[in-house]
């Protein structure tokens, strides 16, 4: 069943799109592909062909938009976090595609803000949980139930030794305050450091690790909590064209001697100043993403985390590994995104993908820390490890291994790397391409040479044509001047052609628009 569903899905070609009308679901007539499918005009330009998707979604029969945008306004979160101007309003999912209430298709190229790592509705994942939820549905750690056991065995065997103790919580956010509690119960400090760019979570003690302006509240959080300057080989003072570990460097010239980077030795600097004048001399730990997410997919130069971890232990302090956007195969080229860096954590905290959208997050760690902090306090979550969480978790695990995602975000993402790095060359105003596997980013400027952001109007506008070409991306970076690229691993190279000709469109519309 899951090999069908995968081959379903990946009959693709870059042709007439649609998915089948059914007679229960007039309104997907409009569906974007079939509206755009045979090649209507974008300008001057045409627009991009939707690959075809064999999949009918059930019609919509819930609220009303406008019904939803007025209980939005009246009884949900005022602070404005829906993309584009008229919010999308989702109804199912099916691999890497979504459809709106009208029945309109989009490739979906964020996943939900890089959690759906194994496609939306996953028939294998679905199962897992449907089986639990007539089994038992919750019971918590004061009771054994197998599902935990077995999810903690299997997720213990991707991990070096001596990383073999597991935390099971709830959300990115809850894991990193355990790690930041862990880290302090350990080291008997205080003072964490974090880059800035960073984001750790938006709770009020993990507010303290996020250097992200856009979190940062006038009201007291996150105590002893020290910012670091962030190795961002584009945008910081240094950086050059072999810095990063990529297949598509910065376009900054490289006089670096072989083996030797320049960069890298500048920010080690810079973090030495961070040791020696804004924190103790002994201090409890230090977080760091393997490659920055909420920041626009920023990467350190190689060998940078090597020595700092270095530095941190030599001051007493853990090191941290926060893997909650790069773990579980992302990257390609490793499961985990430390390994890429060479460095072996004290602690590493995971969620998002972990789960494929359900909500789930661990902590793991060695004996000696995990003792430490069973020694200083009682640690318990009621829903962390639940029977669900733990059987959807164990299938998300089989899988990536059965259907070998790891190794296809290597190569998917590879390629789609390579093709973004010719837009790149292509247009003045995208300033630079980075990441690695389905992890990236695209950064845009007003121009090369001074590499100023782009006004966030301005990538707004990009955001809502891709949207409307059926193409889904995120945005991130400290002036959400970066489109964040991250979709399912089950993606494929078809859909890839097709995504970055929609952003090619969407780009050359901007041009357009910017000239007359």
């Excluded at 939707?50 to 209980?71: A, H, K, N, W």
């Excluded at 302090?317 to 893997?323: F, K, L, W």
């Excluded at 009682?378 to 089989?398: I, N, Y």
Aim: one cysteine or more; charged letters at 20%; glycine letters at 10%.
């Amino acid at each position: 069943m899951t090999l069908a569903w995968r081959l379903v899905t990946r009959t693709l070609h870059l042709e007439t799109s649609s998915c089948r009308t059914s007679k229960t679901c007039p309104s997907l007539s409009l569906s974007l592909g079939a509206l755009w499918g045979s090649g209507t005009k974008l300008g001057l330009h045409t627009k991009p062909r939707m690959p075809p998707c064999d999949f009918t979604p059930e019609r919509y029969q819930s609220l009303p938009y406008g019904r939803v945008l007025d209980i939005h306004k009246q009884h949900l979160s005022p602070v404005l976090t829906a993309y584009f101007s008229e919010p999308l309003l989702l109804h199912q999912g099916h691999g890497e595609w979504l459809f709106d209430h009208e029945g309109n298709r989009y490739l979906d190229f964020f996943s939900g803000i890089v959690t759906v790592s194994v496609g939306h509705c996953h028939p294998k994942v679905n199962a897992a949980a449907q089986k639990q939820l007539g089994r038992l549905w919750h019971t918590s750690a004061l009771f054994f139930h197998p599902p935990s056991h077995e999810y903690a065995e299997k997720l213990a065997a991707l991990l070096p030794e001596p990383l073999k103790v597991i935390f099971l919580t709830n959300s990115g956010s809850e894991a990193n305050d355990l790690a930041m509690m862990m880290a302090r119960a350990h080291s008997k400090n205080t003072d964490i450091i974090s880059f800035r760019g960073a984001y750790h979570g938006c709770s009020p003690y993990t507010l303290g690790l996020s250097n992200v302006g856009l979190f940062k509240m006038t009201l007291p959080s996150g105590s002893g909590c020290r910012s670091t300057m962030c190795p961002d080989v584009f945008r910081g003072p240094w950086g050059g064209s072999h810095c990063r570990d990529s297949p598509v460097q910065t376009i900054r010239k490289c006089s670096c001697a072989p083996d030797h980077c320049h960069a890298k030795d500048q920010y080690i600097e810079q973090f030495k100043d961070t040791l020696n004048t804004c924190v103790a001399k002994s201090i409890a730990g230090f977080f760091a993403e393997p490659i920055q997410g909420v920041n626009g997919v920023v990467q350190y130069p190689k060998g940078f985390l090597r020595e700092a971890f270095e530095l941190v232990r030599a001051r007493g302090g853990v090191c941290i590994a926060d893997e909650v956007q790069t773990g579980f195969g992302r990257l390609g080229s490793h499961f985990w995104g430390f390994q890429t860096h060479g460095v072996l954590p004290d602690i590493v905290t995971m969620a998002k993908g972990i789960g494929n959208g359900f909500p789930m997050a661990a902590v793991v760690t060695t004996p000696e820390i995990a003792r430490s902090l069973a020694n200083c306090v009682l640690h318990f979550s009621t829903f962390g490890g639940s029977p669900v969480a733990c059987a959807v978790g164990s299938a998300v695990l089989e899988v990536i291994k059965e259907e070998n995602l790891q190794e296809n975000s290597q190569e998917v993402g590879t390629y789609m790397l390579l093709k973004f790095a010719k837009l790149r060359d292509e247009f003045e105003i995208i300033g630079d391409v980075r990441g690695k596997g389905l992890m990236i980013g695209v950064e845009m400027v007003k121009d090369k040479t001074s590499r100023q952001p782009l006004p966030r109007e301005e990538v707004s506008q990009i955001h809502e044509d891709c949207k409307r070409m059926g193409l889904i991306i995120g945005k991130g970076g400290l002036f959400s001047q970066t489109f964040r690229i991250a979709p399912s691993m089950c993606i494929t190279k078809p859909e890839v052609d097709f995504a970055v000709e929609v952003f090619r469109c969407a780009v050359i519309q901007h041009m357009e628009r910017r000239a007359q």
